[in-house]
């Protein structure tokens, strides 16, 4: 069973407008939340992580939302740009293993 | 150069042959991971490794070895190629200093067993 689901397989926005991206995780027990990107041809590389004892962090353009009693972690992007173009991992962390979502391919029309 | 880098970029195999995925990183971090990426199911790890000589399953070991004799390298061993082991494979590390430390993720190693 997928301890992470990322139900957008895709998401299309437009330049100057937020981009949303939602991650649904199946274990209450999960503390610790990452987001990574993802060019192709490269290797993810981490954005932002929420501790499960804050409800929000934010860093730039990006900030995450944690809702733990849902078990959902969103990250919104404002202002999208065509260089956030990419998939977005929300990897969760628990006991040594990060366990990763199917990703979400964004794209940031110009 | 210093990071984190995997060889070979590309592989093409045949059924049944053994194929070894090298990782080698220059951080010196304690902790090692091997992750398969196919579409659908994201990443899937493999195996990770605490420190030299340590290692441990993740969710789809079978089919693979690991060894880590060295901090610094991880190599992942195919011994029987097979089919359903045609991916893209990501190598990271991490400090995992307090256990939530971010992973520093390799280019990536794109197997093709035939």
């Known amino acids: 069973d997928q301890q992470v689901k990322q139900n957008s397989p895709s998401l299309s926005v437009q330049e100057g407008r937020i981009s949303i991206l939602n991650c649904d995780y199946t274990?209450?027990?999960?503390?610790?939340f990452l987001w990574y990107k993802k060019y192709p041809a490269e290797g993810p590389t981490f954005l932002i992580s929420?501790?499960?004892?804050?409800d929000k962090n934010e860093d730039g353009r990006f900030t995450v939302f944690l809702n733990k009693s849902a078990k959902h972690l969103s990250l919104h992007i404002v202002p999208s740009q065509p260089g956030d173009s990419a998939v977005y991992f929300c990897?969760?962390?628990?006991?040594?293993?990060?366990?990763f979502g199917s990703g979400t391919k964004l794209n940031v029309k110009p | 150069d210093a990071g984190i880098t995997q060889s070979p970029r590309y592989k093409i195999t045949e059924t049944g042959r053994q194929v070894t995925l090298m990782c080698h990183q220059t951080?010196?971090?304690?902790?090692m991971f091997w992750y398969r990426q196919d579409l659908g199911h994201g990443l899937r790890l493999i195996y990770y490794?605490?420190?030299?000589?340590?290692?441990d399953k993740g969710e789809v070991p079978d089919g693979y070895v690991v060894s880590r004799s060295k901090t610094e390298n991880f190599p992942l061993t195919l011994e029987s190629a097979t089919r359903s082991q045609t991916s893209v494979y990501f190598c990271?590390?991490?400090?995992?200093?307090?256990?939530?430390?971010?992973?520093?993720f390799g280019p990536g190693t794109r197997l093709l067993v035939l």
């Open positions: 990271a590390s991490s400090t995992l200093a307090g256990g939530r430390e971010t992973q520093y």
């Open positions: 274990n209450s027990m999960f503390d610790y």
């Open positions: 929420i501790s499960s004892i804050k």
């Open positions: 990897p969760v962390y628990n006991f040594n293993k990060f366990y």
């Open positions: 951080w010196s971090h304690s902790y």
């Open positions: 490794s605490a420190a030299a000589d340590i290692t």
